[in-house]
């Protein structure tokens, strides 16, 4: 049976707390199977864990580093996807049926990734990769 997700990829905006749902995300990603925070969660917090979003490259360690929320969402499909199926992008106006789980990684340039899973309404976990990775893994 499926364990359906969404991911939406949220920036940091003064103001709105992460265990709340923004009013604006991005892009959003639609996952079919896995959605729950063992499987996926711990996927996007081992992805995530370290990383962080500048604005501009400069030389840098540019394996753990994203150019913007761009970038970010960009790789982060590329992370997911392997194939036809499974993952989509969608419209983050759209909202997608049958939803188990809804995550949202916020960042923004210089500032930690931090990671959101709601359950329904309901926000059951708020933090940074690796505070998932302890609580899930």
Same mark, same amino acid.
């Given at each position: 049976?499926?364990?359906? $997700? ?6 940091? /905006?003064?103001?709105? @707390?992460? @265990?709340?749902?923004?009013? =604006? ?5 639609? @996952?079919?199977?896995? +959605? ?7 996927? !996007?917090? /081992? #992805? &995530?864990?370290?990383?962080? %979003?500048?604005?501009?490259?400069? +030389? ?5 580093? &994203?150019?913007?929320?761009? *970038?970010? $969402? ?8 392997? +194939?036809?199926?499974? %993952? ?12 188990? #789980? /809804?995550? #949202? ?5 210089? =500032? ?9 309404? /309901? *926000?059951? &976990? ?5 505070? !998932?990775?302890?609580?899930? @893994?």
């Amino acid at each position: 049976m499926a364990t359906r $997700a969404k991911i939406h990829i949220a920036r940091r /905006e003064e103001g709105v @707390s992460f @265990s709340e749902i923004p009013s =604006k995300v991005i892009v959003s990603i639609y @996952s079919h199977w896995d +959605g729950y925070p063992e499987g996926l969660g711990v996927q !996007l917090a /081992e #992805y &995530f864990d370290g990383k962080v %979003v500048t604005n501009g490259l400069g +030389g840098r360690d540019d394996y753990n580093l &994203f150019n913007g929320m761009g *970038c970010l $969402a960009a790789s982060l499909i590329a992370e997911l996807k392997d +194939g036809p199926g499974n %993952v989509y992008i969608e419209d983050p106006e759209c909202p997608h049926s049958w939803i188990d #789980y /809804e995550y #949202y990684i916020w960042g923004d340039d210089a =500032k930690d990734i931090w990671i959101s899973i709601f359950d329904g309404s /309901e *926000c059951i &976990f708020v933090g940074r990769p690796l505070q !998932l990775l302890d609580k899930y @893994s």
